[in-house]
């Protein structure tokens, strides 16, 4: 059974106008994203751009409005190789900034608050040598390197002091060559790095020295054998005879 509209409900209906026709121009286009979640390219290039400027996830994502969620989510996909390509690379750039940060503790140190009854008085500077050790073994492995542990440095002990003279009047003169409009001087010197023998190149050359010296006592051996027999032959025929020892072995030089 149904009931009647009451009376108000009869004013509403009576008070509301008809439905006008649908009219084109009253359509309003929505403004829509690129992606669903947000990753446009332009937010995907900002994404880069911060991350290999800060070399943080979390510090890029902020920057740019994206969760790390979503980062890694479209970091995970099939197509989006060179995001991830482009993400290790941007790594890689702002690992620079790591290692001028670790420089920069190991030359000036760390501040550490000095308290006193509960108050701050000062501040001591510590340092990190061990910090210090690592960087100065694998960023010049030339000179601190640890291969230089089990070699060798073969220079002459004033062969420093004598390429220091030597590039100061190098450069003494290349200044009043310059100053003069003069081409520059022939060099003075040719700088001889330091040469650093292995282990196993010690180890050679100490056997070709082994050889060398086991040769010269045989040769020394061998010239005494030719003396005495050459003796005995004069002795024999009374005049001077040069001979070789029939106990010499052929082709030696």
């Known amino acids: ?21 649908f009219d084109p121009t009253d359509f309003q286009a929505a403004s829509l994203r690129h992606r669903h979640d947000g990753w446009t390219p332009q937010r995907q290039v900002d994404f880069i751009a911060a991350l290999s400027e800060c070399g943080c996830v979390d510090a890029a994502c902020r920057r740019v409005g994206i969760s790390t969620t979503a980062a890694y989510a479209l970091r995970g996909r099939v197509e989006a190789q060179s995001y ?46 061990r910090l210090t050790q690592f960087l100065l073994r694998y960023r010049d492995p030339q000179r601190y390197g640890a291969w230089l ?8 002990p004033d062969a420093a002091a004598i390429q220091l003279s030597k590039a100061m009047m190098q450069v003494e003169a290349d200044a009043y060559a310059r100053d003069d409009g003069a081409p520059l001087p022939p060099p003075f010197y040719r700088h001889v790095a330091t040469r ?39 002795t024999l025929s009374g005049a001077d005879v040069v001979a070789t020892s029939p106990t010499s072995a052929p082709g030696r030089p």
């Open 1 to 21: 059974m149904k009931h009647a509209p009451t009376r108000s409900a009869r004013r509403a209906s009576a008070r509301k106008p008809a439905a006008r026709p």
């Open 84 to 129: 991830r390509i482009a993400w290790d690379l941007a790594l890689d750039h702002a690992i620079q900034r790591l290692s001028d940060a670790a420089y920069s503790r190991a030359i000036h140190g760390v501040a550490q608050p000095v308290f006193y009854k509960g108050e701050q008085i000062g501040e001591r500077r510590k340092y990190d040598e």
């Open 149 to 156: 542990d089990t070699c060798r440095a073969e220079r002459a």
């Open 196 to 234: 650093f023998v292995s282990a196993d190149e010690q180890e050679r050359m100490a056997d070709e020295a082994a050889a060398r010296r086991e040769r010269a006592q045989e040769d020394a051996v061998q010239a005494e054998r030719d003396l005495t027999f050459a003796a005995h032959l004069r």
